[in-house]
């Protein structure tokens, strides 16, 4: 099923040349301005079909999370950014091999959370690249006096109610 961007949201999708990898997804409320801008990075397992002009189950919760149903941690963000621990689009069937990290994806990882106020951990309970959540464990760390969230399952099969609580690495 195809989703679309919520209302009042512009995105856009940075994917390599090839398109097989989508390394970020920055989406802004129209009304957010450069310089007034309070920045979610949302950091999920692996991207589906989100690109600019359509969302996809995952995202449009994540839209709906941050911009519309009033939760406390996000209060007065304007901005998501989501990346992934691996940038291969793919919906069915991820395996989660090294090269489904893309070239380019922990570059574009660790400039989208050096951006952001608040950092949520979205890839969902459980994390079966244990080498891959310790490389993304490692970015985090290095970002201290940052609110460090984790999203209790994934976003694709969640609820708002106490979605998010505190993250600890």
């Not at 570059?107 to 309970?125: K, P, T």
Request: net charge positive; hydrophobic share 35%.
């Amino acid at each position: 099923m195809i989703y679309k961007h919520i209302d009042k949201v512009r995105a856009l999708a940075t994917f390599s040349d090839c398109t097989k990898y989508r390394y970020r997804l920055d989406i802004s409320l129209n009304e957010a301005t450069d310089r007034d801008t309070k920045i979610v990075c949302a950091v999920m397992q692996n991207p589906s079909v989100a690109n600019s002009e359509i969302a996809d189950k995952s995202v449009q919760f994540l839209e709906k999370l941050i911009f519309t149903k009033g939760i406390p941690q996000f209060s007065g963000v304007k901005k998501l950014i989501v990346v992934n621990q691996f940038a291969f689009v793919q919906t069915k069937d991820f395996s989660g091999q090294d090269e489904h990290i893309g070239s380019e994806n922990n570059s574009h990882i660790q400039q989208a959370i050096s951006e952001s106020d608040i950092i949520l951990v979205a890839w969902g309970s459980g994390n079966a690249y244990e080498t891959r959540r310790v490389a993304i464990n490692q970015m985090l760390k290095a970002q201290s006096g940052k609110s460090l969230l984790y999203g209790k399952c994934h976003p694709s099969r969640a609820s708002y109610v106490e979605y998010v609580s505190e993250y600890s690495i």
